[in-house]
Antibody
Framework: EVQLVESGGALVQPGGSLRLSCAAS????????MTWVRQAPGKGLEWVAN????????YYVDSVEGRFTISRDNAKNSLYLQMNNLRVEDTSVYYC????????????WGQGTTVTVSS | DIVMTQSPDSLAVSLGERATINCKSS????????????LAWYQQKPGQPPKLLFY???TRESGVPDRFSGSGSGTDFILTISSLQAEDVAVYYC?????????FGQGTKLEIK
């Protein structure tokens, strides 16, 4: 059974940093592109970043480029999102999701982890 | 960036009736080399993550009831629920994966009339 479990969400002050993790199981993690999607309270979905199975390609939405870094450790079946210089507008539930393939739909999603940026 | 626009923003339909949600992209999502539309539909119920319903615009994900259908090509797409059930109350999103940044529509909230 495919499972994605996010962790690391917290309350952080503007300008602070946070590292989110996503533990994957039930599939061959290293083969799949993985993605982070966020959802601000009461709002819609926003794609944040994705990474190829071997980590060789990464893409970001403009609003996080230079502040967020997506990475993965295939030996640990884990996906990460390092978030620096956080802003109030980064407050969201962050979901990790598996991409069916590269440039593909997201076929499995985690339950999400909550990041709140506030002073 | 490709802008995805859904209509309507909200929709109230009687049980057993048809529900139709539209999604329009600011540029074509049809990739000529493989003749596929890079468009997905998701369903999100309160307090839950989104669930994939359709990919390639019209390919139903395993386990999705056949009262759901996806159609369209190029820039105009439709999600149809042929006979609304109570468990279909949710917010529905379209999403393009033709190019990064991937973008979602704003969502359509479907309720029972």
């Amino acid at each position: 059974e495919v499972q994605l479990v996010e962790s690391g969400g917290a309350l952080v002050q503007p300008g602070g940093s946070l590292r989110l993790s996503c533990a994957a199981s039930g599939f061959t993690f290293s083969v799949y592109w993985m993605t982070w999607v966020r959802q601000a309270p009461g709002k819609g979905l926003e794609w944040v970043a994705n990474i190829k199975g071997d980590g060789s390609e990464k893409y970001y939405v403009d609003s996080v480029e230079g502040r967020f870094t997506i990475s993965r450790d295939n030996a640990k079946n884990s996906l990460y999102l390092q978030m620096n210089n956080l802003r109030v507008e980064d407050t969201s539930v962050y979901y990790c999701a598996r991409e069916f393939g590269g440039f593909d739909a997201f076929d499995f999603w985690g339950q999400g982890t909550t990041v709140t940026v506030s002073s | 960036d490709i802008v995805m626009t859904q209509s309507p923003d909200s929709l109230a339909v009687s049980l057993g009736e048809r529900a139709t949600i539209n999604c329009k992209s600011s540029q074509s999502l049809l990739y000529s080399s493989n003749n596929k539309n890079y468009l997905a539909w998701y369903q999100q119920k309160p307090g839950q993550p989104p669930k994939l319903l359709f990919y390639w615009a019209s390919t139903r994900e395993s386990g999705v009831p056949d009262r759901f259908s996806g159609s369209g090509s190029g820039t105009d797409f439709i999600l149809t629920i042929s006979s609304l059930q109570a468990e279909d109350v949710a917010v529905y999103y379209c999403q393009q994966y033709y190019t990064t940044p991937y973008t979602f529509g704003q969502g359509t909230k479907l309720e029972i009339k």
